[in-house]
Structure formats: structure tokens, C-alpha cells
């Protein structure tokens, strides 16, 4: 009569099923959805606008203060008090198509609107905003000056540092759950967290679920799917890469588990032994 005693494999099974699950937050299924997790979002942080030169993450808050300059100094126009008056008397206010002086010759001008206030800048800006939040460029006339619309002296530039301080919006509402796991988000990003809460999606209930640990996030920001960019594509693109990730580091898990369990070693986790790629922060500016 042949006897066998699988009393050490009893136990390594229950050591393996404590790894793999029962560890809470440091099994080894967990850690590694944790990290993944971290890695792609980090990874379509950086390809959410704004971007840097040649597109690349480098160098982004300024390409988007940049931008955010260039847009408004295109959509609106300076004159003195004196000025904007002189005008507004001899044209009015809307639909200009004149000459004023200019260096003592003069100057034709269109403008599309004469603005007094200071304080309606940021209604004109909404008004002359795309789909995706952005001011279309207008291109200059030799010998017009062509403006939609003409503000106060002064007040452009305000307006101007305010703008640029929402820079890092769109970014913000896909790293929401970087904190949670781990991850490093410069301040240019993370102080516009809690107000974008709205476009933000974020869901980590099921983060320490036993058997199904699941992680949801995203972005309703404007312009998510406008297909100039293909916003969509790339995003799915890095869904794909980290999900191939995945399914080598859970095979290669198996493997050095299984050798744990047919061997003497004891099985402790493992899940870091899988990780075989450098994690790259994201750029300070």
C-alpha cells in the first residue's frame, strides 16, 4: 500500500492563497494592479494636454502659459481711456471699420467690439471659446489692426495671469487617483484637483476587493474626444500596453510561485520581483 502526505502542500497552497489574496492591500494581485494602475495613468497624464515641445511631457506648463497668452492676446486689444472714448464717439461700439491716429498717420482699424469694462473679459473670452476651451487664432492684416475685441489698457495682462493659472486642468482630472497609489503629482496639477471634480471620473471602491481588485478613471474635460487630437486612441493605446504588462508580470508571479511550492522556500510575496521596467515621475516645472 503506497501513502502519501500532502500536509506540506496543504500548507503552501494556504500560504500561496494568502499571498495571492488574503494579504489585503500588499497581495501580491493587489500590488500589482496598484502599480500598473499608477504607471498608465501617469502615462496619459503626460500625453493630456497641454504638452511640451515636439510633444513631449517636458516642458508643459509652459507650452500652456505660452498658449494661453498667445490665444488672448490674439482675441483681445489694448487702448488708452482717451481712446476707446475718442472712438466709441465717432464709430460706436460694435463692428468698428475706421481710422484713428496712430504716430501721427493714420491707422485703419476693425474691431469687432469696444469693451469699457474691465471686468467683461472673461465674458468675451467664454464667448469666443472652441469646443475644446481654446481661442482660434486670428491672422493679422498688413497696415489693419484687426481686433475682436478692444479693452482697457492694462486689463489684458491681469486678465492674462489669471488664465494662466489654470493651467494643468485637463491633467488634473486624470491623476486624481495618483495619490492613492503612490504616485507623484507636481503642484502645477494638484492644486486644481478639488475643482475639477466635476470632469474627473474616479472610482476606487473596488480597489481592495479580495478577488477582483479594479481601479476606474478618466476624464470628461473638454475636448476628450475631439478627433484633431485622437485623444481616445492614445488613451486606449495605454490601456492595451499596461494590460499586456499585466499578463506577463501575473505569469511570471506564477512561475516564481510555483518553484516556491515544489522547492523548500517558504512563499512569501512576490509581486516586486515582476516589476522589470523603471517608473518615470511626472515633470516638475
Not at 15 to 24: F, I, M, Q, S, T
Request: glycine content about 8%; some cysteine.
Amino acid at each position: 500500500m503506497m501513502t502519501f502526505d500532502a500536509t506540506r502542500y496543504r500548507q503552501k497552497i494556504r500560504e500561496l492563497r494568502n499571498v495571492l489574496y488574503d494579504a489585503g492591500e500588499d497581495s501580491d494581485l493587489r500590488t500589482i494592479l496598484k502599480d500598473e494602475a499608477r504607471r498608465l495613468i501617469t502615462l496619459v497624464v503626460k500625453f493630456t494636454p497641454p504638452l511640451g515641445p515636439g510633444g513631449k511631457s517636458s516642458g508643459a506648463k509652459q507650452a500652456g502659459e505660452r498658449a494661453i497668452e498667445r490665444e488672448l492676446k490674439s482675441l483681445f486689444g489694448e487702448v488708452s481711456p482717451e481712446l476707446a472714448e475718442a472712438t466709441e464717439n465717432k464709430y460706436g461700439r460694435e463692428n468698428i471699420d475706421g481710422y484713428i491716429e496712430a504716430n501721427g498717420r493714420p491707422m485703419r482699424i476693425q474691431w469687432d467690439h469696444l469693451e469699457q469694462s474691465p471686468d467683461a473679459l472673461q465674458r468675451w473670452h467664454n464667448q469666443y471659446r472652441g469646443k475644446r476651451g481654446k481661442v482660434p487664432l486670428v491672422k493679422s492684416e498688413s497696415g489693419i489692426w484687426k481686433k475682436r475685441v478692444i479693452v482697457p489698457q492694462g486689463s489684458r495682462k491681469l486678465y492674462i495671469e489669471k488664465e494662466k493659472l489654470r493651467v494643468g486642468r485637463w491633467k488634473a482630472s486624470v491623476a486624481a487617483a495618483l495619490p492613492f497609489l503612490g504616485g507623484r503629482v507636481p503642484r502645477w496639477i494638484s492644486r486644481h484637483f478639488t475643482d475639477v471634480r466635476s470632469i474627473s471620473i474616479l472610482d476606487l471602491s473596488q480597489m481592495d476587493n479580495r478577488f477582483y481588485p479594479s481601479i476606474t478613471f478618466g476624464t470628461r474635460a473638454p475636448g476628450t474626444g475631439e478627433p484633431d487630437y485622437d485623444y481616445r486612441s492614445k488613451f486606449q493605446a495605454a490601456i492595451r500596453s499596461r494590460t499586456r504588462s499585466i499578463s506577463r508580470r501575473i505569469n511570471l508571479l506564477i512561475k516564481v510561485h510555483c518553484a516556491a511550492v515544489n522547492g523548500r522556500q517558504s512563499i512569501t510575496r512576490r509581486a516586486e520581483q515582476t516589476n522589470t521596467e523603471a517608473y518615470e515621475e511626472l515633470d516638475e516645472e
